[in-house]
């Protein structure tokens, strides 16, 4: 049996990732936060995260930037801003998860996990026709998560199909989507932490 | 008096949310308040592209913010609360960073579009509730629900952060609403507890649980049904009561404030969208004049 070393030594912190989060749109408040916790008992995930809101925004300051970035909890966070509106301190913890999932997809080792790669195929379907068609965005996180998760949703499909609610040849597409991608081609260069 | 509006549906009522679609424009249409759809409107952005990029994100919701200011200068109406929260929380964005501005309004000009951040948009929940009103609304009603039991669910977008429709600690609107329709609303202590959003299909073993809460509390609470405001939280709450109701013959209709409204209004079934639910609901059968 190998001894695993369950403690990190200093130096193998990052000590400029605190500076990074705090200089990225949303994470602008990294320090004004009292360390209470209240966001971790309001957040209805935070049971099942690896880490709850409060200890990844000790880790930040920390600088455990692979135990952040790594972390399952940053992609189960729905963005429902239950802690934002009862922080005492008034950090918008959403969008400080906002921040730190692009910096997570900025670098592919943290991006290993089934939500990102649902973000993902969602940023290209809409590149490509401008809107989303849900249908085809359920087969394609169905088809990730494995045969029997695809399978399960059969039934359902049918049904939502019979009430026409699931049309399975209809694409949702603009008029004209260049019309799109040319304004977001025009956006300026991207700043770290503000794109992919 | 006819009151003008536009119309930004989203992906989600164009799809899986089309009872919304139907019912919201036939309300609508009764209570003498017009849509007209933004021309080639694109996706608001969802949560998805805040992940990815925070200047698009902005960008996608701006664009139809900027058609809908070239249309005129009506309220944008944004039923699905993904999009009215991607709407809304970009224009915020727009007002509060100045660089930020600078760059997306440079973007769409290169599309012959002109961002002033003057359209506003609004929660069709709330439109009903302030423009035209209950008493207003009640006098319309030709069918009041007695006896129906609800459960207000207004889940997390509509309310937070920015509290533009309610307030996010004790929202009332949606309760006002189906007094008005002449139904009951029951207590329900979770009306704001996440639906599960995307982690039903993403990670269905917390997602589904987050359902699972949602449904037993309501089952709790003697419920006839759950009444939601978002496409999401009507498609988490209905289509996976199979798979965590094995044990139940019942299952709760879990329908929209517009198709319960409509009902009240007189209006028929199918023109509310209330054939295209799973689980239909006997109350529609049952309701009495």
């Known amino acids: 049996m190998g001894a695993e070393r369950t403690v990190k030594y200093e130096e193998e912190l990052d000590p400029t990732f605190a500076e990074t989060v705090a200089a990225v749109p949303g994470g602008e408040h990294l320090w004004d936060c009292i360390q209470c ?73 943290y991006r290993h996990f089934v939500i990102p790669r649902i973000e993902e195929a969602f940023v290209k379907m809409v590149r490509a026709n401008g809107r989303l068609t849900e249908s085809r965005m359920g087969m394609k996180v169905a088809f990730r998560n494995g045969l029997r998760p695809l399978a399960s949703l059969v039934p359902v499909a049918w049904r939502l199909y019979r009430r026409g609610r699931l049309r399975p040849l209809h694409k949702e597409r603009m008029r004209d989507p260049a019309s799109l991608r040319a304004v977001l081609g025009a956006l300026p260069g991207k700043a770290k932490g503000a794109s992919m | 008096m006819t009151r003008e509006y536009l119309y930004y549906p989203g992906c989600s009522l164009k799809g899986s949310g089309n009872p919304y679609d139907r019912s919201l424009r036939a309300v609508f249409g009764t209570l003498d308040l017009r849509l007209e759809e933004i021309a080639d409107w694109n996706c608001c952005g969802a949560t998805a592209y805040l992940s990815v990029d925070a200047d698009t994100a902005v960008a996608l919701a701006a664009r139809n913010l900027a058609l809908a200011e070239r249309q005129d200068g009506r309220d944008v109406v944004a039923p699905c ?61 030709v069918r009041p629900l007695k006896g129906l039991r609800l459960a207000p669910y207004y889940g997390c977008a509509i309310l937070r952060p920015y509290e533009e429709v309610d307030d996010a600690h004790t929202p009332t609107v949606l309760e006002d609403l189906m007094r008005t ?20 299909s993403g990670v269905p073993g917390i997602g589904l649980r987050l359902v699972e ?24 709450l209905e289509v996976f009561q199979d798979r965590l109701r094995k044990d139940r013959p019942e299952r709760l209709p879990v329908l929209y404030f517009t198709q319960v409204l409509g009902l009240a209004l007189g209006l028929s079934e199918p023109a509310l969208g209330l054939d295209q639910l799973l689980w239909r609901p006997a109350l529609a059968v049952e309701v009495r004049r």
């Open chain 1, 37 to 109: 916790g209240t966001c971790s008992a309001t957040c209805p995930v935070s049971l099942y995260m690896d880490r709850t809101p409060r200890q990844i925004v000790g880790l930040v300051r920390a600088g455990f930037r692979d135990e952040v970035l790594g972390s399952r909890s940053i992609w189960l966070c729905t963005s429902c801003y239950a802690c934002t509106v009862e922080c005492p301190a008034k950090l918008p913890i959403t969008d400080f998860m906002f921040a730190l999932k692009r910096l997570a997809m900025e670098d592919a080792r």
């Open chain 2, 81 to 141: 609360s993904g999009c009215y929260l991607s709407l809304t929380k970009a224009k915020v964005s727009l007002e509060a960073d100045p660089a930020l501005r600078e760059r997306v309004t440079a973007a769409l000009k290169t599309g012959s579009l002109d961002y002033r951040g003057t359209a506003r948009i609004r929660h069709p929940l709330e439109v009903l509730m302030t423009d035209i009103g209950a008493p207003e609304i009640r006098k319309r009603v």
């Open chain 2, 181 to 200: 329709a002449g139904a009951t609303p029951v207590d329900f202590p979770y009306k704001s507890r996440c639906c599960g959003g995307m982690l039903t």
């Open chain 2, 213 to 236: 809460i949602l449904l037993d509390a309501a089952a709790d609470s003697k419920a006839d049904a759950l009444v939601t405001t978002c496409p999401l939280c009507q498609y988490n």
